[in-house]
Every structure is written in structure tokens, then in C-alpha cells.
């Protein structure tokens, strides 16, 4: 990773404005270096630096971009009579993210300076949903005949290499352009020159179809750690490849969309963002977790009798609620961990409840006596048994309530993460002082008859 | 991926006893595919299946599966004859992980039926911690001298390409190993054959190394799009290379780590664990928890005084407290994210305290004029001004402690995940009930008086 310093260095270099030195240094640069440094330099100097660019290491400066600073600061910046070069070099999938961004006239504009077959592959991933197979993959990649040669294969890759977003896997297809099987460069390599493609091309090919939702096709990465698959359409036809580097993308944004959800609308969001829009996706959130906290306490008012009799049960309320939804946040977690596994089927469901169940049992009766002993030991002994029987029932109910939800929801096919901390603590609220005050009502009912 | 109906296919194959198509099969399966068969069919059954495979597919087998199943059903299955075999097939990485698991006497025998060189590359590897890029790389990587030409580089590639982890980039060292540069096999293709490759390797070269952490290895190869990466040692010698697909695991690794922590213990365990196992790793929290509750109910049982003067607050209580931590989550959960990205630095947490603050004040002001409304028509409008100015105060205190905790504890590099859900909830209600009777009490004083 580039140093301050070197960020410095390379600074004063431009600023001495010696352009064979400067423009050396750029080619070698990484894409992602190049571009902190850009974003390290003020306007008139990136103004300057673009000057020393290539047209496609421009290209992949702008690939590395946020589509905000891709409509911001680089179109702004970059001499009008160069972009259609420039865009000429953006690979397809980036260059489609990019225009599903903009306007559709910008869009249109920008297409028409492309030449044919490029601009019909843009406008093709156009249509694909950004979080599928289709809205992931290129169109630049190598497809080859099943009837030449290995030697021919390597010839052909030669001139496609370039342009090419992956060189290791050359797909065959057929003359309508159905996928007929994968060859790895790495065979290619091995095998004899004269040796026809058909016989040696791997044909138990993994493929993805174009619709599959992103975080399958990242399941499949992962699984028969690939570093490109193939996506068809219905037909079989061959239609783009997703590549390695946007599969790793996609597996750090699903997870902080779970985080997102899980913590209930926090963490799921740009660097720095205007408040409003902050406000606007936690909000919902809270307001619903209001609501519940305002039945939570008119069925606290129902109890009035009970507390009147015996005020002192009000001061462990919040430690009975709150250890309910601690439990039941962590049964949550492990439930949503098989599910994100894909490991949760119909015949674990038991399974899993079982071992929750027991897990339950064991943690209640840990704490059930740890504070038995607290209680009758500060307070008084009856009053111990009371909050302890109460403690074990709520942890128990927890465990289960933070064991179904995801069950049901996943059953009903909604994100299990949504159920998330927030809304099941709240819920077991509810559950857990109705125990409570319930097993309460009967215990002063009990004493006073 | 294979289906249950392609299983079950399998398995009648396997039945019907037909070596040849059995062992065409097999051969052709990925390696993920072949564990599901594996584990699909009976002990009897799978006997019988490694006696059809080759050598290098018993290894690929084994390299797919948990360690449990390696040590435990794996190791019984397979001939004795056969296994030194099968260890020299496997990828260093993958066997010094399976040694570094079974006992020190096990894995010296296993040791010494290696090559001379493997042997001693395995036992390197067994030095590092797993969670660092030593204890990722393997060291099947292919180097070259860079006073060879393309053509030759190529050769060499040949020769080497069956056993190499990675083909794709090929390392120039000195003679004593010392790392130079990379040249990618793209670039390989595209060059002229008699051109040397001091000429045309890459010398920015980006490396890592032998100690760093491996969540930092994943961000070179997210920022920097790598398919693998060079480690070294601290001499800048050549020690073993990191592979992407190793790389996807750490990612879902430290996000299901992340999700642990913050749900206090729960989610992290593999699929079915024996129930004392989860119980200890989730009784510490909920003990923790189950203290500072013991510690709310002694702090609310201070004000008792203004209580008994109005015990209706009292109902409130949970929705307060449960609100107050449920912003802190949110917050919690942004600052969480920055701190992943690596995008918080002490420039910023001026800046994102300030977002957060101002977030905090609109969520204040929204949920205090909501709840003013509500409690004033169906309570008292004297009860809904405390109860709303008591919301928005600890909103904005919790808003504010959800961002501080992260930040604090990264400032003593203490992994901000286990500041979580739960602990900054359960620390949230001591702080939330706090303002929220220490404002009742100045209210019930200012209007006895």
C-alpha cells in the first residue's frame, strides 16, 4: 500500500514538472494507488496528472472510483475530446454500473460514442439487476471453438489477452454460442500442441444462470474455489463471465448488510452522508421499537395490582427483559450463521431446536442459581426464588423465540437478519415481563391466601 | 452444485459395481462435489469409493474437508499403503493445517514419509499463526530467474504447472531468494518469446509480510484486485504466496467472527457443537450482563422516594432504557463499518462524532415529539413533557456512547466488535435510567414545591 510519504514524493515530482520521469512512474503505479494519489492532490494538480495519463490507465482510474466521484470530479476533469477514447477502455461491467447511474440522455450519449458491438454489450448488462449474476458479470472475456488445436487456442488468446478481464479460463462454445465446456490456460499449457480442444475441455462445466442472486453466486466461488464462472441465460447460451475480484466486493457487502440489518438500520451506509438520509433509514426503525415499548408498558400498567403489593419487583424488570433478549440475541446469531451457511435444512430444524432447547436449560440453571444466592443473600429469600423461577422460564423462552424467528422468516423467505438485535430484544421485552409479572401475580396471590 | 437426484445417481453406480464408468465419474467431479458424494453414502460405501480414486483426487478430497473429518473418518478410511502417497499430494498449506491439529508424535511420523524438501517446507509453515499471512501461504509457487528469456519462462511454466498452487503470476528472485519482481502469465503470452524478463517483469511489486494479520492480507487482495500475493520475510526473501481462494475464506471467516462478537457469543460454532461447548462460550457474557442488571436494580432502588411519589414512571422504564440502546446499536454499527474499512483515522473521529451527534439530535427530537403526543392523550400531559425529555437526552447520550465505545477501543486495539449488542445495550440501561429518574426526582421536587 502506498506510503504518505511516498504520496508526498510523488507530489513533488509533479509539482517539478518533469512529464518523462512523472509519466514513468504513473504507468507502474496500481490502479488503487493511483488513485489515493489523486484523491491526494488538490483540483489544478489532478488536472495536471490526468494530462500525463494513459488512455487506459485513466480507464482503470475510473474504474477504481465511487460512482459519486466518477460523475463529480472525474467527468469534470477530464478533456471532452478524450472520453469517448477513455470509455472506450472502461470495461463493460464497470461501464454499465456507471451509466445506470446517470441519466438516461448522459447514458445514451456516451453509448453512442462507442463502437457497435461494445455499446450492445453495455446496454445488455444495462438490464440486469445490479445484486444478480447478470448485473456482476463482463462480456470481456474469451470464448474459443471446440475443433482447433491447444497451439491455435494460445495463438488466439495472444491477441485477446489485452483486452481480456480474465486470460485463465477460455470457455467453448458452439457455433450459435452455447457453452459447451472450459478449458484452464493452465491445461492449455500442459497439453500437446497439436491436441484438439474437444478433448481435453472440461464439460461437467460450473456455470451460474444470469438471474441468480449475487450471494450464490459468491457461494459458488467459494465452494469450488473458481476464479471466474461462466453465466447463461435459459438457454444455455454464454452471456458474460463474473470474475474473482467482484466476487470479493460482493461477500464484504453482504456482510455488512447483514451488520446493517442486524443492528437495526445503523452501519450500512456511505463514508460521510448528509444526517437526513441517516435519520430517514434509522428512523423506521426506532419508531416501531417506540411502539412496542409503549405496549410494553400499558401491559406493565395491568399488573398494577401485583406491583402495588410488592414494589421490589419493579427494580429487576430491566435485568429480567434484559437478559431474555441477550439470550435470545445469541440462539439469533447462530440460527442466522447456519442459514448464511446455506446449512440449515428442513431435517436440521429439529435439530437445531434441540440443541438450543438444551443449551437453555443449561444456561438457566446457571444463572437461575447465581442469582438465587444474589438475591436471597442482599434482598430476601423468597423474593429469590421468585425472580430465579421467573429468570429460567424468560431465558428459556428467549433462547426459543431467538431460535424460530429466523426459522419462520426464513420459511416465509424474508432476510433473517432483519429480525435482528433490536427487534427481538424489544419482542422478548414484551414476553419476558409478562412472565414476570404473571408468575408474580400467582407468588402474591399464593403468600396473601 | 450437484443435486440429490445427481447423488443418489451416483450411488446406484456405485452399487451396480462398474469401475470404469465409476472411476470416469469421479475423476470429472470438483472436489467439493466429491465430498458431498462422499459424505452422502455410507462408511462401507465410502471405502469402496476411495479405492476408485486417484491419488491426487484422494488428496483434493481431503484438502475440502473440516479437520474433524479428516482426523476422524478420512484417516481410518484410507489404506495404510496409501497415505504417504496421499500427503505428498496434498497442498503444503492444507497438510501443515491438518498437523498442526493432530498431535505433535502423529504429525512427525506423517512428516517423515515426505520428500526431503516438502518435509521441511511443511514444517515452516507449521511456525506461523494461522491468522497470518504465514499461516495462509502455501508454497507451491513457480519463481524464476530473471536472466531467462519469455520463451524459456514459458517452459519452465510447463514443467512446473502441475503441482503449483497458482500458474497465473510467476516471481523473479536473485539467487539467494531475495523477491524482485512478478510477471504475470498474460504478460508472458504477450511478449516477444526471446525478450528477458528483467525487461518485462513488474518490480512495484506488492507483497506482504509473513506476520501481518489476515484480515489486512484480504484488503491488498480487495484493494489491488490480486488472484495471489508474494509473502516475505522481514530480509525480503521469497517465503510462499497467498492464494485468493484462501483469501474468500478469511473474508467470511472474520465476518461471521464480527457477527459473533456482536451478538455476545452466539453464531460463532461450527454446525453442531456438543451443548456445554456453546454454553461456555456464552455463559461468560450473560454473566457480565446478568451483574450489571444486579447493579441497575440496586441503582433504581435508590429512587425509591420519587418512585413511590409516582410509580406510573416506572412503567416507562423498559421502553427508555430499550430506546436508548437501540441508538446506540445504530451508531455502534456505523462506526463498526469505518473501522473495517480502515476509513476511520484521528482526523475523522472528530468529524464522524459530529454526524453522529446531529443524527442524534433529529432522532431526538422526532421520538421525544412522538411520545410527547402520545403519553399527553392517553396519560397525562405533565408525564408525557418528563417522559419526552427524558428520550431525548438519553437518546442522544446513547447515540453518543455507541460511537465513543468503537473508537475508544480501537485506540487500545481491542477488536471493537466485542463492545457489541449486547454490553453496550445492557450499559446503555444503567446510564438511560439514570437521567431518566434523576430527571423524575428534580421533577416530582419542583412540583411538591
Excluded at 137 to 162: F, G, N, W
Excluded at 166 to 189: A, F, K, M, Q
Excluded at 398 to 408: A, F, L, R
Aim: proline residues 4%; hydrophobic residues 45%.
Amino acid at each position: 500500500m502506498i506510503s504518505l510519504t511516498e504520496l508526498a514524493e510523488l507530489r513533488s515530482k509533479l509539482e517539478m514538472n518533469d512529464p518523462d520521469a512523472i509519466r514513468e512512474i504513473l504507468e507502474e503505479l496500481p490502479p488503487y494507488d493511483l488513485r489515493q494519489f489523486f484523491f491526494f492532490i488538490d483540483e489544478e494538480q489532478q488536472k495536471e496528472l490526468l494530462s500525463y495519463l494513459s488512455i487506459s490507465k485513466t480507464a482503470h482510474l475510473f474504474e477504481e472510483m465511487e460512482h459519486l466521484d466518477q460523475k463529480k470530479q472525474f467527468m469534470s476533469l477530464v478533456p471532452a475530446a478524450l472520453k469517448s477514447e477513455i470509455f472506450r477502455e472502461i470495461s463493460s461491467d464497470d461501464l454499465a454500473d456507471f451509466l445506470g447511474e446517470i441519466s438516461q440522455k448522459e447514458a445514451e450519449t456516451i453509448l453512442t460514442k462507442l463502437d457497435q458491438p461494445e455499446a450492445e454489450n453495455v446496454r445488455d448488462l444495462l438490464h440486469y439487476p445490479e445484486d444478480t449474476a447478470g448485473g456482476l458479470m463482463t462480456t470481456e472475456y474469451v470464448h474459443i471453438m471446440s475443433e482447433i488445436t491447444a497451439s491455435e487456442a494460445i495463438d488466439q488468446l495472444r491477441r485477446k489477452a489485452p483486452d481480456a478481464e480474465t486470460i485463465y479460463y477460455l470457455y467453448v462454445v458452439d457455433d450459435s454460442g452455447h457453452l459447451l465446456g472450459v478449458v484452464s490456460l493452465r491445461e492449455l499449457l500442459i497439453a500437446k500442441p497439436e491436441v484438439k480442444i474437444h478433448d481435453i475441455m472440461y464439460e461437467r462445466i460450473i456455470s451460474v444462470p444470469v438471474d441468480l442472486d449475487q450471494e450464490e453466486v459468491a457461494k459458488v466461488f467459494t465452494r469450488y474455489d473458481l476464479l471466474a464462472v461462466p453465466v447463461v441465460d435459459h438457454n444455455h447460451y454464454l452471456r458474460g463471465i463474473v470474475t474473482v475480484d467482484d466476487v470479493m466486493d460482493v461477500l464484504i457487502e453482504e456482510a455488512q448488510e447483514d451488520f446493517a440489518n442486524f443492528s437495526g438500520g445503523g452501519g450500512d451506509q456511505g463514508l460521510f452522508i448528509s444526517p437526513i438520509q441517516a435519520v430517514r433509514k434509522r428512523i423506521p426503525w426506532l419508531i416501531l421499537l417506540l411502539l412496542i415499548g409503549l405496549i410494553t408498558a400499558n401491559l406493565i400498567n395491568l399488573f398494577k395490582p401485583t406491583t402495588q403489593k410488592l414494589p421490589i419487583l419493579l427494580i429487576f424488570m430491566p435485568m429480567i427483559a434484559g437478559m431474555t433478549g441477550n439470550a435470545a440475541t445469541q440462539s439469533l446469531a447462530t440460527v442466522i450463521r447456519f442459514i448464511s451457511n446455506g446449512e440449515l435444512t428442513k431435517e436440521n430444524y429439529g435439530k437445531l431446536l434441540r440443541q438450543e432447547s438444551t443449551i437453555a436449560m443449561l444456561i438457566g440453571l446457571f444463572c437461575s442459581l447465581f442469582i438465587l444466592g444474589f438475591i436471597s443473600l442482599s434482598y430476601d429469600g423468597r423474593l429469590g426464588i421468585l425472580v430465579a423461577v421467573c429468570l429460567f422460564f424468560t431465558l428459556i423462552i428467549g433462547t426459543i423465540v431467538g431460535t424460530m424467528i429466523p426459522m419462520v422468516l426464513q420459511a416465509f423467505k424474508i432476510d433473517p437478519t432483519v429480525a435482528s438485535g433490536p427487534l427481538i430484544t424489544t419482542i422478548n421485552d414484551v414476553v419476558s415481563l409478562m412472565i414476570y409479572f404473571g408468575l408474580a401475580t400467582l407468588f402474591v396471590q399464593l403468600i396473601s391466601s
